[in-house]
């Protein structure tokens, strides 16, 4: 697409903002109101907020100006970060950590369910391509110099029999295959020598043609009706590149090739402008600051017949002093001042003098406070309307579409800003050693003339409160941050992982959650929920160091489900999305590694502080169940317990300026004391078993990739004979039915469910107790827990309230 394309595109995403934005304010401006009344309001912000990201970053991944990009850059971040306060509110709302869309809402604004679920941008990984390639080379290259060889399949090793076996079956089908031919040229051979007598009948010709026709017709009819059904959607085409997309892919490349040499110009630009600025302009911003601090001055002593008090730099400097008028900061306090004790007692007195009707009334607040619901602060709505009022004010009725190079004139308007900011603060430190020599000689002649001087105030420092956080003593303060990665690598604890997307974890979303909610009930997630909440509680914040310092902040996720549910891969693929570096804490990974509890200690210091200076980071530990379990096996040598005691320490010590993510995975999460395992995670997902919508699109999508869908093969009847089984068990079953020569026989013979179903006869399904253990340990989560005793008191006062009004 051309320029002009995505400028028309930016102008209609503005207007888009400003309605969503519209929306939002009007939220915030309802303050404290019913559940009901936010819960349809939120979920169509949401899914506005995610079509805007959608959008925005399509448009920053192929827009050339580089100015503008800064703006859409912060436009999306912004969006970003408002998708998931929303989030945040709309699981404190439902009490739940899945939010399902409303069919009104999607026909509303005329999207699909697959673009109500958050897209990743692509800038997460494109900006940082060269970083990330450098570390996974270096990775690559120590684990080579140890020994270690990644790239290579592992080998089949075969027994000596085995291998007679499979030389002898390839031997004889050779002879075959020779005395087949040898016998078909024999034939031919008797054939032609045969005395052909007579001419053939007429009977025969008609034979020979009806069988012909016939043929002819039943191939037309059959590529007729797979031209109907491939036009309406019912059969897939075959699986191929598409020209025309690798066409589109080829031209995307040259616009981010393009958009790289005019960033290149525009950083050179910038340079070079604010030099010539600082040449031109610098003695003359200076001489007039000076003249006008000096006046100032000058007529403040005439009118007070004494020196003002200059601002330090921190408090506004020559700016504030010019504007210092009464703020009202004493009477916000005093408003927001502690109540006394006096008071205290007063209010306590009054309570417990209160009558019946009083209490009455207590019950009807706490239905009230229950069933009511306040949005929280937003810190990144204002962004959003600050950025698009900007992006309205300089680029939407500017015509660039032939130059998409830097704007000079908006880089000088910038740069002196800048540098006028830069020469007030040199001028004023200037005007401050004047007046300290003035103030001085101006106390020596009031001394000399009997006056007492008045002692210089300590001046009040203004800033907030000292943060109360211990700073962490460095144990490493000599060492580099190459050798202290080379170490991690060295020792396993730093891993290589496959580049998986996000996308590829296949699975359909509950189209009828929001109709199940509103009757009351509470939907059963499914494997597209799953994928939705990796990308809004680990992906998206974990992208953006912006977004994850100001968003609600998640500190840990455990993902529990069965083996073969995709909880490594979605760990691999959350590392992949955003180019993180992956830390495995493992119990077994971690054995006989850093022993003692010198070592525990620098351990975990130098976990912690590589995942800071290699941000993002993901830490990593696999069996998380097993450092809370109440008694070990004593097969076990791992010592799981190790980590104990530290675990909730590493998880705390993550700050929202950190872009560090700890992910723990477990099979069997309730063998562990549930006490100490919710002190460490902060959200818990639990995968739950594939259904049947999820099970079909993956058989669909994976034989029409390997070219085995056909209309022998029933999809259908195929997804309910693996209902029972997880989709890792799934793959694995059909890999080992579409061998090499599975595979070139597909064009004669067509796969059929039967195969499929008797290489799954050979695998554990996924056992109704394991299913009933995952349910039972599911309601004692946190989240899930506090939603029950929420549903619960509600019951329980509307059964009060029925009761008095009832007696009366």
Request: charged fraction near 35%; glycine fraction near 4%; hydrophobic fraction near 35%.
């Amino acid at each position: 697409m051309s320029s002009k394309t995505y400028n028309d595109l930016i102008c209609d995403t503005s207007e888009l903002i400003g309605e969503a934005t519209q929306i939002d304010e009007a939220v915030f401006e309802a303050g404290i109101a019913e559940r009901t009344v936010f819960q349809p309001i939120l979920s169509e912000l949401r899914i506005r907020y995610t079509v805007l990201v959608s959008r925005l970053d399509a448009i920053y991944d192929q827009l050339l100006q580089p100015q503008k990009r800064l703006i859409v850059k912060r436009l999306l971040e912004a969006c970003l970060g408002r998708l998931l306060e929303i989030k945040y509110d709309l699981v404190e709302l439902y009490l739940s950590d899945y939010t399902y869309d409303d069919d009104e809402t999607l026909q509303k604004l005329q999207v699909t369910p697959q673009e109500a679920e958050p897209c990743i941008p692509q800038y997460f990984v494109r900006e940082r391509e060269e970083e990330i390639l450098k570390r996974r080379k270096f990775i690559t290259d120590i684990l080579t110099k140890l020994g270690h060889e990644i790239t290579k399949p592992p080998l089949i090793v075969l027994t000596e029999q085995q291998a007679i076996i499979i030389i002898q079956s390839h031997e004889r089908a050779r002879q075959g295959r020779l005395r087949g031919q040898f016998m078909k040229e024999i034939r031919l051979l008797k054939e032609k020598g045969r005395d052909q007598k007579g001419e053939m009948s007429a009977t025969a010709a008609t034979a020979i043609q009806r069988v012909w026709r016939g043929f002819i017709t039943r191939r037309m009819t059959k590529k007729r009706k797979r031209a109907e059904q491939l036009l309406i959607g019912m059969e897939l085409p075959p699986y191929t590149e598409s020209q025309a997309i690798k066409r589109a892919e080829e031209v995307k490349e040259n616009r981010r090739d393009r958009q790289k040499e005019y960033e290149k110009e525009y950083q050179e630009a910038l340079v070079t402008v604010e030099d010539q600025l600082r040449a031109q302009h610098t003695e003359k911003i200076k001489e007039r600051i000076g003249d006008e601090l000096r006046r100032w001055i000058s007529e403040y002593y005439e009118r007070t017949n004494r020196l003002p008090e200059f601002p330090s730099e921190e408090g506004g400097g020559s700016r504030a002093m010019f504007s210092r008028l009464g703020t009202g900061v004493e009477s916000q306090l005093s408003k927001s001042s502690p109540v006394s004790s006096k008071d205290s007692k007063k209010s306590k007195e009054s309570k417990d003098k209160k009558s019946t009707k009083a209490e009455d009334n207590k019950t009807k607040d706490e239905m009230e406070d229950l069933q009511n619901y306040k949005c929280v602060n937003s810190s990144f709505l204002q962004d959003v309307i600050n950025a698009n009022e900007e992006f309205e004010d300089m680029w939407k009725f500017r015509d660039d579409y032939d130059d998409q190079r830097y704007q000079r004139d908006i880089i000088e308007r910038e740069k002196l800003v800048l540098l006028e900011q830069e020469i007030r603060n040199m001028v004023d430190e200037m005007m401050r050693n004047e007046l300290d020599l003035l103030q001085a000689a101006f106390d020596k002649d009031r001394a000399h003339k009997g006056k007492k001087s008045k002692k210089p105030q300590k001046k009040v420092r203004r800033g907030g409160k000292k943060s109360k956080k211990k700073k962490e003593k460095d144990l490493t303060p000599d060492r580099t941050t190459e050798s202290l990665f080379e170490e991690l690598v060295t020792n396993g604890i730093i891993r290589p992982y496959p580049i998986v997307k996000i996308d590829d974890y296949i699975g359909e979303k509950n189209f009828i959650g929001s109709e199940i909610r509103k009757q009351g009930r509470e939907p059963s997630p499914c494997l597209g929920d799953i994928r939705q909440l990796i990308k809004e509680y680990c992906i998206l914040p974990l992208g953006s160091d912006h977004v994850k310092t100001n968003a609600p902040l998640v500190r840990s996720v455990l993902l529990s489900g069965p083996s073969g549910s995709g909880k490594k891969m979605l760990l691999h693929a959350i590392c992949s999305e955003v180019g993180a570096m992956l830390f495995d804490l493992t119990p077994s990974n971690i054995v006989g590694k850093y022993p003692g509890k010198s070592g525990l200690i620098m351990l975990i210091h130098l976990v912690m502080k590589v995942s800071r200076l290699l941000q993002p980071s993901v830490i990593w530990m696999d069996d998380a169940e097993k450092p809370f379990v109440k008694k070990i096996p004593k097969t076990d040598k791992t010592d799981p317990k190790r980590l104990k005691k530290d675990l909730a320490k590493i998880i705390k010590s993550i700050c929202p300026e950190d872009r560090v993510l700890f992910i723990g995975t477990s099979r069997m999460p309730w063998e562990a004391e549930q006490k100490l395992l919710f002190q460490c995670y902060t959200k818990v997902i639990q995968i739950p078993r594939a259904d049947y919508g999820s099970i079909s699109q993956m058989w669909r999508s994976k034989l029409h990739r390997a070219g085995a869908l056909s209309q022998r093969l029933d999809i259908s009847c195929l997804s309910r004979v693996s209902d029972s089984y997880t989709i890792g068990t799934l793959l694995s079953a059909l890999d080992d039915v579409l061998t090499t020569k599975r595979r070139l026989q597909l064009r004669v013979r067509a796969l059929t469910a039967h195969e499929v179903a008797i290489q799954l006869s050979y695998r554990e399904p996924v056992y109704a107790e394991h299913d009933a253990a995952a349910e039972i340990w599911w309601f004692k989560t946190p989240l899930e827990r506090r939603r029950q005793k929420v549903l619960q008191r509600l019951e329980e006062l509307e059964q009060e309230n029925e009761e008095k009004s009832a007696g009366k």
